[in-house]
């Protein structure tokens, strides 16, 4: 699974690292080094604001979600929403793996998405990993914060 925070760069062709950690992870846990980085769920930041970032899916992981979007059954969505969602998540999204040198390339319409311009942050998140600006992030761990359930019956059955 994935898990852990990571800050690197991403430079101006869109060149990043994919931290050595995580690519171990796609490999040992999910048996592939290939990938799909797509736009990630937006996080609502109050006051009508949004911040954005990417997802990063094990292969397999994405094969299987695009499985469950195709047909729509039993997920709970309007027909509108499923479109909302293939449009902005499926339609994006690029398949990619790490050169020999760890090197991953973020093409442009999901560098401009997800605002990234240099400093950037890998976040494994169990079955996946967001990449976000520096910025963005941190805007995102302040909204976290507020949101999180202390005092929630589930996180203390779970040790947390």
């Not at 479109?83 to 560098?111: C, F």
């Not at 976290?144 to 005092?151: A, R, V």
Request: proline share 5%.
């Amino acid at each position: 699974m994935f898990r852990g925070i990571f800050e690197t760069t991403i430079d101006a062709k869109g060149r990043t690292s994919l931290p050595a950690r995580l690519r171990d992870v796609l490999v040992e846990a999910f048996g592939d080094e290939r990938f799909f980085i797509t736009n990630a769920n937006p996080v609502k930041l109050g006051d009508g604001l949004s911040s954005s970032g990417l997802a990063l899916y094990p292969y397999r992981a994405w094969l299987e979600l695009e499985e469950k979007l195709m047909t729509g059954t039993g997920l709970g969505l309007s027909s509108a929403e499923l479109a909302a969602v293939k449009r902005r998540i499926v339609a994006p999204a690029v398949e990619a793996a790490a050169d020999k040198l760890g090197r991953v390339l973020v093409p442009p319409h999901l560098r401009k998405s997800a605002a990234l311009e240099r400093d950037i942050v890998f976040v494994g998140v169990v079955n996946k990993v967001e990449i976000w600006s520096l910025v963005e992030w941190e805007k995102v761990c302040r909204q976290d914060e507020s949101l999180f359930p202390s005092d929630s019956p589930v996180l203390a059955e779970l040790g947390l």
